[in-house]
C-alpha cells in the first residue's frame, strides 16, 4: 500500500523512474524489438497504474512489475504468432532443412505459449533468463518448492506436446 501522504501519481512515477529501464531491457529481451518494447514498457506502467491502489509495498513493487511485464510480454509473442505479417521480399527456399537453432526458437516459442500462465513466468525466468530456482521463487513471490513443481509440471506438458507433434515438426 502507498504511504500516507503519497499520491497514486507520485507512486507511479516513483516506480516508473525506478524500475522503467528495468522493465524496458526485461521486454527488449523477451520481444527482441526496440519499438515493442518501448510499447510494451508502456503498457506495463499503465497496467501499474489501473492496479497502483492495490499494489505491493516498495520491497515487493518490482517482482510484481517484473511479473506484470513477462505475462504482458509473453502475450504479445503468443499474438503475434498468431497474425500474418506481410514481407516486403520473399525469402529464398533453402535447399536443406531450416537451422536447428531457428526450429529450437519456434519449438521453445510453441511451448511456452501453450502453457498456463502460473508455468510460463518460471518457465522463462528458469530457462531463458537463466536465474536459479531461489531467484525465480523470489521473482515471483513463492516458494522454491513451488518453482520446481511448476517447472516439472512445464516439463511433463512439453514432453506429451512434442510427443503428440512428432517432436519439431514446424
Known sequence: ??????TSHER???LYRKYGPTIYSRCRRL??????????????????????????PEAEALSWIYRVSTNYCLNVIRDRGRH????????????EHPE???????L????????????RAPAVLYYVDGLEQEQ????LGISRRTVINRLGEFSQRCRKYLAREGDVAP
Open 12 to 14: 507511479i512515477t516513483t
Open 31 to 56: 520481444l527482441k524489438d526496440d519499438s515493442l518494447a518501448e510499447d510494451a514498457t508502456q503498457e506495463v506502467f499503465m497496467r501499474v497504474m489501473k492496479h497502483i491502489e492495490s499494489a505491493p
Open 108 to 119: 521453445a516459442l510453441r511451448l511456452l505459449t501453450r502453457a498456463p500462465e502460473n508455468l
Open 136 to 139: 525465480v521463487a523470489k521473482t
Open 1 to 6: 500500500m502507498p504511504s500516507l501522504g503519497v
Open 84 to 95: 500474418a505479417e506481410p514481407a516486403a521480399e520473399l525469402p529464398e527456399v533453402p535447399s
Open 100 to 106: 536447428p537453432e531457428l526450429i529450437d526458437k519456434n
